[in-house]
Every structure is written in C-alpha cells, then in structure tokens.
C-alpha cells in the first residue's frame, strides 16, 4: 500500500506565490505517474498538472505558464504556484500511479488527503 501526505497549503494574496508538496511511503517499487488535482467547492475535481516517469508533463489550460510540476530523486513531487488568482482556490490533491513490487500485476491509485488553497486578499 503507498501512501501520500501533502503539505505546502495556505492562504495567499493574489499574485502570490506557494509551493505544495507531495510525498509517498509505504510500498513504492515504481512511481509511473504523479499528478496533482483540485476540488473547487461546488466543482468537479480537475486535472492541474502531470508528470510521468519518462518526464513528461501535462498542465490543465488554467494553470499554464503559472503552474510547475517536478520532483525530486526520491518520492516527492512539487507543485510550485505563481500569479495565483481567487479562482485558484481549492482543495488540492496528489495522485500517484505505480508499480508496488516486480511481482505487481496492476498499478496502485494513490491519493492524498489533499491541502486548501486559498487565494485572496
């Protein structure tokens, strides 16, 4: 089982910055992909922005150009947020997709417990 715990979360000024993190234990043979979602009240969860293993990413249309997903050499990924804007606000969650052990025979879906975003003066 892997597990994800987020922390970075806060309130900011629009035009701000903050940078959330993301970090996995428990049985983590492979990590093929890392997201990052958010949950506005009253909306669907989105994609923000995904990395694979391979180093591709992948931002939702909001957030490009202001957003940046990386990683570390170990487990942790990052989400560093600039100009942020009130519609920015949200619950924030990470998602890994791997491999448990060799002997896996399907990904695990791991989510975080997710972190609130809010950006207002």
């Known amino acids: 089982q892997v597990q994800l715990a987020e922390s970075g979360g806060g309130l900011v000024q629009p035009g701000g910055s903050l940078t959330l993190s993301c970090a996995a234990s428990?049985?983590?043979?492979?990590?093929?992909?890392m997201g990052w979602f958010r949950q506005a009240s009253g909306l669907q969860r989105e994609l923000v922005a995904a990395l694979s293993s391979g180093g591709s990413t992948s931002y939702g249309d909001s957030v490009k150009g202001r957003f940046t997903i990386s990683r570390d050499n170990g487990n942790t990924v990052y989400l560093q947020m600039s100009s942020l804007k009130p519609e920015d606000t949200a619950v924030y969650y990470c998602?890994?997709?791997?491999?448990?052990?060799?002997?896996?025979?399907?990904?695990?879906?791991?989510w975080g417990q997710g972190t609130q975003v809010t950006v207002s003066s």
């Open positions: 998602n890994y997709k791997g491999y448990s052990s060799l002997r896996s025979s399907s990904l695990y879906d791991s």
């Open positions: 428990g049985n983590v043979f492979s990590i093929n992909y």
